[in-house]
């Protein structure tokens, strides 16, 4: 059974059978703990495992697909906190934290100490209370901001960035995200252009539009995957981001002349 309890943005996360969470573009940063099981999270270029004890900070305006699995007999569990944008404002001004050079780094890890495990404990408490109210609420989040830079003074950098995406180099963005879900709209932003000049500035670098060059590279790197490195369809269709196998297999056809499965035979 696999449950998920959204609090107002205290997230209690409880998965008895191993789960793909799907893709997401991250607008605000969050903090999860990992309390069983194991979480896999790629950014389009390094796969992060998180394992029981560890505190995940992960930054706005990423790209991340999640894999969550149980592990030693027990279900995987975590609880996380969502942080909007006007609470950090608040809290930068409150603690005299201002903006700092923005970081690329997705996500920083840190084990959990006595303060983090008893505050996550009570979090998981409050994920499935109902009634709580908004200032109490907006207290807990506060209090995982002040843990968390107590910690590590250095969070800041992605705690406290504010910056929009500046105008970043489309081509070499797109061959390392080409394999996430996520509308054309989003893959503009992240890159600093409007929609406009995102097709724009993309039919002048591929001489194709964004759905079909998309759509070709998923297919030519499921074709590597399946052909030189064995893979089987079935374990190949989500990763380069198809979400249907049958979806798949049309596409694959239709493009090489013959079904995934015959590959390789």
Known sequence: ??????????????????TRAGEHFIEDPGISCIISGSMT????????TFLPGDVVLYRKNILARFSKQPANGKPFESVA????????????????????????KSFNTYHSNE????????LRLLSHTKNLSPALLQLK??????????????????????????KIDLEAFMHQHYK??????QLAYLT???????????????????????????????????NDKKRKPKDVFLE????????????????????PSAIGI
């Open 81 to 104: 906190v969502l942080l909007d944008q006007p609470l950090l404002l608040e809290l930068s001004k409150d603690f005299g934290e201002k903006a700092t050079p923005r970081t690329e």
């Open 41 to 48: 999270a790629f950014d389009g270029t390094v796969a992060h």
């Open 1 to 18: 059974m696999n449950k998920v309890e959204n609090n107002s943005g205290i997230i209690h996360a409880c998965y008895t059978e191993a």
């Open 240 to 259: 380069v981001g198809f979400e249907t196998l049958s979806h798949f297999s049309y596409a694959f056809k239709k493009q090489f002349g013959l079904n």
């Open 115 to 122: 303060l983090l495990i008893n505050y996550f404990g009570s």
């Open 141 to 166: 989040k506060k209090e995982a901001v002040l843990l968390l830079l107590q910690q590590d003074p250095s969070a800041a950098q992605l705690l406290f960035d504010f910056s929009i995406p500046g």
């Open 192 to 226: 600093g252009r409007s929609l406009a000049s995102f097709k724009r500035d993309f039919e002048k670098i591929f001489s194709l539009s964004p759905n079909r060059w998309i759509q070709r590279r998923r297919l030519q790197e499921a074709y590597y995957l399946i």
């Open 180 to 185: 996430f879900n996520v509308s054309l709209p």
